[in-house]
């Protein structure tokens, strides 16, 4: 009998514990970061131009109705030097991301010929949603770190964490994005568990959402509670944001 009932608190300890992990779930998407310079004599308009006419090359195939694109410009960064500009894609699942990738491979040797920009660094992630800001916006922001969880943290704990966070600041008012990046390929190498984005549709919403975390999140129950989930966050770096592709 003892036996029986040691058995049977076991199970359920292991049965309290999962559904702790699993408080909230992620939806995880694909997303590829080209970093890179502008090639000798060109700029961003050349860019665009080059941008405007992609459009039209994966216009040609529904393997990239799913996907989204934006341009990321370094702002606040350690050094400006390192890159003139981020190309993002982002893919609701790997298998669209790699059958896109392939088609690009096999047909989209022209197209690269063209491109006014060469890349240093190419990485590819899976990234975790947060939160999502609300509306529309021309010219958005977006700040990435990289983050170390405490000794026996779990990467799904700690998204829970987060999204009680977004959850209870969305009430206050806030408005920003935010995800748990993790790169799988590329990325650079380091002491860290994830890279963190918070972002918004417009410039001066990363600003009033700081303010507003200082004047009404800071010190609130969920903020406090991070403490116990993250060991530290670094690297802290800051771009311009530009969707120049919605997904269909």
Not at 114 to 128: C, G, N, Y
Not at 187 to 200: C, E, F, H, L, T
């Amino acid at each position: 009998m003892k036996k029986l009932l040691f058995i049977t608190l076991a199970l359920l300890s292991a049965f309290t514990f999962a559904q702790e992990e699993i408080k909230h779930e992620p939806v995880a998407n694909k997303a590829d970061y080209y970093i890179g310079s502008f090639n000798e004599r060109k700029d961003m308009d050349d860019l665009m131009k080059w941008a405007a006419d992609h459009q039209s090359w994966l216009n040609q195939s529904e393997l990239y109705d799913s996907m989204s694109s934006s341009i990321l410009v370094p702002y606040f960064i350690s050094d400006t030097t390192q890159h003139d500009v981020v190309w993002l894609n982002i893919w609701p699942s790997a298998t669209k991301q790699y059958a896109g990738l392939e088609n690009w491979l096999k047909n989209g040797a022209k197209q690269l010929n063209k491109l006014p920009i060469t890349s240093s660094q190419v990485v590819d992630t899976w990234q975790w949603a947060v939160s999502e800001p609300e509306g529309e916006g021309e010219v958005g922001m977006v700040r990435y770190s990289d983050c170390k969880l405490k000794d026996g943290v779990t990467k799904l704990k700690a998204f829970s964490a987060i999204k009680d966070f977004a959850i209870a600041a969305r009430e206050e008012g806030d408005n920003l994005g935010r995800k748990m990046i993790f790169p799988t390929a590329g990325g650079r190498d380091g002491d860290y568990d994830y890279v963190y984005a918070i972002y918004a549709n417009s410039v001066a919403q990363l600003g009033s959402g700081s303010d507003l975390y200082w004047e009404k999140i800071y010190g609130s129950d969920e903020d406090l509670a991070l403490n116990d989930i993250i060991d530290s966050c670094s690297n802290y770096r800051t771009y311009s944001s530009m969707e120049i592709r919605a997904a269909k």
